[in-house]
């Protein structure tokens, strides 16, 4: 089930109103929270459902036997490989064999292995995550195995962050579950600002973009440099809008259950260097493999080289994450590349990840900007080879200043814009719909002006519908 369709529409409001009148009973509320999530979950496909059960009973099984075993290395070790075996053979399968049969052909060797074509079940890379994390961090000591299976099981599924995130760890999440819950109507609220914001996001941004960018890489061939550009643009705004949009929809919907989810996103593109950039986007699976990579790795503990090559691990394996395609690995090499540079030049520093960007900042904002919208040309291109193309053509190809065949291009990129206005403006504020404490929020005419505003521009300017880009991972 997608955040934009009739049937969520549908579903959220009966959920909502079942979960609450079950105010008083915590284990009928996250059973209630479980039945909701796998109809979620079930509703693109109810064989999906066999797989996260085999995940959620594994991880809860080895949980338990962690507390009760001294053979602690060869429990979690295990519930690692039937995971990642899960994971690696629905997503992974089909590319390595292919690549592996071209590869001996090079050397005059035919190879018959074969291919199983499996259908990828959504959101299977969040869960599978999301669940590792609870094993390795009961392995560790972080938390107490959880005997509660049905708070446990409502843990993995939970259905406003199951099939794109943000991913959770158990020792955020979980203690929900366990805890009791009481409606705040002040974080209902909040709750549904943000989900407004990110239907904008989504449904405006997102959407009207994706059209626009869709038509620019099918003729990248033929077009000039200045279509080429705002192709390189109108997608990586698609893709912060798709995407972002989704994490502020589901903090929002989760806030409406008196349940807290991590930011995933703080305004990436105000980024002053490609580190900060990575400590402000998808910020739960970064976390996520500096906790659980990086630094078993050894981090930044080991000199200068190891520093490198542990950067160069994790960004590989966080571009095969996205993806079984080299297009994603080149991604990932491109990104861990630009952040040794800055390394070296001294431009990561962590003194900018919390700090407020300024007017001052904007030629850093923007070379940032340019870098990182380079390295989506080659996430959103088939493969390499069409990367490189576009990019070649990008750079040595004349412009035309002509934008003819972009029609809806022109009317996204003034959406683009005004979503930047408003987020620069706000950008002391987790959600640019907080008008508390400005002028104009002192009246509540003005703040309502603005929300209908913003609800008619979902309504009325949202481009054609589009599956949500991060489902595919």
């Not at 969520?8 to 929270?33: K, M, S």
């Not at 349940?259 to 105000?270: A, G």
Request: charge should be positive; glycine fraction near 8%; proline fraction near 3%.
């Amino acid at each position: 089930m997608s955040f934009v369709s009739v049937a969520f529409f549908v579903f959220l409001p009966i959920v909502f109103a079942v979960y609450w009148l079950l105010g008083r009973h915590l284990r009928w509320q996250n059973l209630c929270l479980l039945v909701a999530s796998y109809v979620f979950y079930g509703w693109w496909d109810w064989r999906f459902l066999i797989l996260i059960l085999i995940t959620s009973l594994s991880s809860f099984a080895s949980g338990l036997w962690l507390e009760r075993t001294q053979h602690r290395k060869a429990v979690v070790a295990s519930n690692i490989i039937l995971n990642l075996g899960i994971l690696g053979t629905f997503k992974y399968y089909d590319f390595f064999v292919e690549n592996l049969q071209h590869l001996f052909l090079q050397v005059g060797y035919s190879l018959d292995v074969p291919t199983l074509r499996l259908i990828l079940p959504v959101g299977i890379s969040f869960y599978t995550f999301q669940s590792l994390s609870y094993t390795i961090d009961v392995y560790r000591g972080k938390l107490h195995a959880t005997k509660d299976v049905v708070a446990f099981f409502a843990y993995i599924a939970f259905f406003p962050q199951l099939v794109a995130g943000p991913i959770e760890r158990a020792t955020h999440l979980l203690p929900q579950m366990l805890g009791a819950r009481t409606f705040r109507y002040d974080e209902a609220v909040d709750g549904l600002r943000r989900m407004l914001w990110g239907f904008f996001k989504k449904m405006v941004v997102a959407d009207n973009c994706a059209v626009a960018v869709n038509l620019i890489w099918e003729n990248y061939a033929e077009a000039d440099a200045l279509t080429l550009i705002a192709g390189m643009l109108l997608f990586t705004f698609q893709i912060y809008g798709d995407f972002s949009g989704y994490s502020d929809i589901a903090i929002g919907v989760s806030k409406l259950f008196g349940i807290k989810l991590m930011e995933n996103f703080r305004l990436p593109y105000f980024s002053r260097s490609i580190g900060e950039f990575w400590r402000r986007w998808h910020i739960s699976l970064m976390t996520w493999f500096r906790d659980y990579l990086y630094i078993p790795l050894g981090g930044s503990r080991k000199g200068s080289a190891r520093t490198m090559l542990n950067v160069f691990i994790v960004f590989l394996l966080s571009g095969l994450w996205h993806g079984a395609n080299w297009t994603y690995v080149a991604w990932g090499g491109y990104n861990a590349c630009l952040l040794t540079i800055g390394r070296w030049l001294g431009a990561n520093q962590k003194s900018h990840q919390s700090d407020t960007p300024t007017w001052r900042s904007i030629p850093r904002i923007i070379f940032t900007f340019l870098l990182v919208a380079i390295g989506w040309i080659v996430f959103r291109s088939a493969t390499l080879a069409e990367a490189c193309d576009y990019l070649t053509r990008l750079f040595t190809t004349l412009p035309s200043f002509s934008l003819s065949g972009l029609q809806h291009g022109k009317v996204a990129l003034l959406y683009c814009a005004m979503m930047l206005g408003v987020e620069w403006v706000q950008r002391d504020r987790l959600c640019p719909l907080q008008l508390e404490g400005l002028v104009v929020g002192r009246y509540q005419v003005v703040r309502w002006a603005i929300y209908y505003l913003v609800l008619f521009l979902v309504f009325f300017g949202r481009g054609e519908e589009q599956t949500f880009i991060y489902f595919q991972f």
